[in-house]
């Protein structure tokens, strides 16, 4: 069982910057892959970006590329999502997860452990 926990989430103005952090803990938490998804009201669940916890391989949305970058800290079981050049159509609830399996890591379905989330909100 791995448990996840998201911090770092708040309100920002439109240009502003804000750091997610996903706190891996349980046996086992060095997980294969670790992914932030984000859901604004109404809307789906959407993918934001991967890691291999190897730290091989990430993958972004092209929504956020450039300005999004995902890492992961092995010592600290932790993964950062640092959020640049923020908009308002970033505003949603962000979610961590963690998957020991391979395949699509861009698909949520794949993904079996997940955190509660946190509020990102960007004013224009």
């Given at each position: 069982q791995v448990q996840l926990t998201e911090s770092g989430g708040g309100i920002v103005?439109?240009?502003?910057?804000?750091?997610?952090?996903?706190?891996?803990?349980?046996?086992?938490?060095?997980?294969?892959?670790?992914?932030?998804?984000?859901?604004?009201?109404?809307?789906?669940?959407?993918?934001?970006a991967y890691v291999i916890w190897s730290g091989v391989r990430t993958e972004y949305a092209d929504s956020v590329k450039g300005r999004f970058i995902i890492s992961r800290d092995t010592a600290k079981n932790t993964v950062d999502l640092q959020m640049d050049s923020l908009r308002p159509e970033d505003s949603a609830i962000y979610y961590c997860a963690a998957t020991f399996g391979s395949g699509a890591y861009g698909d949520s379905r794949i993904y079996r452990y997940w955190g509660r989330g946190t509020q990102v909100t960007v004013s224009s």
């Open positions: 103005q439109a240009g502003g910057s804000l750091k997610l952090s996903c706190a891996a803990s349980g046996r086992e938490a060095s997980s294969h892959a670790v992914a932030w998804f984000r859901q604004a009201p109404g809307k789906e669940r959407q993918f934001v």
